[in-house]
């Protein structure tokens, strides 16, 4: 697996068109005969295989089954009482109308305070966007600099939507994988001889979704270096959860002069602040993605929602301790789930450094059946364990990672032990 690189190309030939993929089960049997209504652009794009296991799990729940959900990737938490209260405060002031397509200059202005503040970054708050939520950050910027066979390298483990962005732009990804052996992280080796002429682009993700691995300063600047021999690649570096880290000083490859210039930072309130629903991201680059990105929402949404706006503006300029607690829950549970999980013979468990999630290597049980059902992929092992053990994980094929489970500890310490107990009691009966 180690610097093993693999491209998939748009190509009209071998997209798919099924409208199935996008319609509820019980309403197929009125679609018609003709699959052509569809566009190739979206019959391109997969399913969401995290929210198809929540899907489930939620279906099964409703059928009375005790489903422990360890497929979420959202904390736990309710969003802290002073930031409710500004959105309260919102209303009642008479927060109700169109905002800024780039967000309220008060919310801009807060970001950039709380950049400069906690990362030493400068940015002026016109090179600030906020947008709904940082998938939507993730997509504009994409789509703002990103022509039909442009490379776009996505070290893998990657967050699902990535790839299915870089699809929807017309370019071309590139995934670089790395292993468990290196802790998930690529290597500026690996970096480098993925780079050809048609990059335009990397996506980064420190902390990582799936994996919980976070990028040293050390090997940033590796990377960093490698980056700055080559000036036509734009870096997008996802920092959404940034402050669930467990290392102390989140490090933003944003820090490093000869790339900060063509580096785009991709953050917002949902991890940290327990905002999930709130939808509100934000982007932080050169004026000119800015500017990009501006115009190309203002065409498809305008601005955020004007309430979850001088919401986040509270959370940046209100206590932080809210989000210090959260990260001490966290970080326990982390301990917890990983201990649990490496008493369990075959698993490869390493120690994630951030995020929510665990991603061990399930390569062990892979080829393995029960009762005439047989575990090829880390996907059918996902189903198994939902269906046998009635815990919801997601396979890490989603991810890149075809041997992997993600598993995410965004639960109780009580919810953790049992669902690892029984996702145990359930790899026992696999032969």
Known sequence: MKGKITKKSINANYIIKNIYLCTPKNEQKNLPKSMNQLSDRLNALSPSETLAMSQKSNE??????????????????????????????AVDDNFSFYSPVPGYPALRNAIADKLKNENGLDYKPEQILCSNGAKQ??????????????????????????????????????????????????????????????????????????????????????????????????????????????????????????????????????????????????????????????KLQGQYTSGPCSISQKAAEAAYRGTQQPVADMRAAFLRRRDLAVKLLKEIEGLKVNVPDGAFYVFPDVSYYLGKSFNGRKVNTAADLAMYLLEEGHVATVGGNAFGSPTCLRLSYATSDEQITEAVKRIANSLKNLK
Not at 172 to 177: A, D, G, Q, W, Y
């Open 60 to 89: 099964l729940k409703a059928q009375g089954i005790d489903v422990i959900n360890l497929s979420v990737g959202e904390p736990d938490f309710n969003t802290p009482d002073h930031i409710k209260a500004a959105a309260k405060k």
């Open 137 to 294: 950050s993730v997509c504009n910027v994409l789509l703002a600099i990103i022509n039909k066979g442009d490379e776009v390298i996505v070290p893998a483990p990657y967050w699902v939507s990535y790839v299915e962005m870089v699809k929807l732009a017309e370019g071309t990804n590139v995934v670089v994988e790395a292993g468990i052996e290196q802790d998930f992280k690529i290597t500026p080796a690996q970096l480098e001889a993925a780079i050809t002429p048609k990059t335009k682009a990397i996506i980064l993700c420190s902390p990582s979704n799936p994996s919980g691995s976070v990028y040293s300063q050390e090997e940033l600047k590796g990377l960093a270096d490698v980056l700055a021999k080559y000036p036509q690649v734009v870096v997008i570096s996802d920092e959404i959860y940034e402050h669930i880290n467990y290392l102390g000083k989140h490090q933003s490859i944003a820090q490093f002069p000869e790339i900060k210039e063509r580096t785009v930072i991709i953050n917002g309130v949902s991890k940290a602040y327990a905002m999930t629903g709130w939808r509100i991201g934000f982007i932080a680059a050169p004026d000119y993605i800015v500017k990009a990105c501006n």
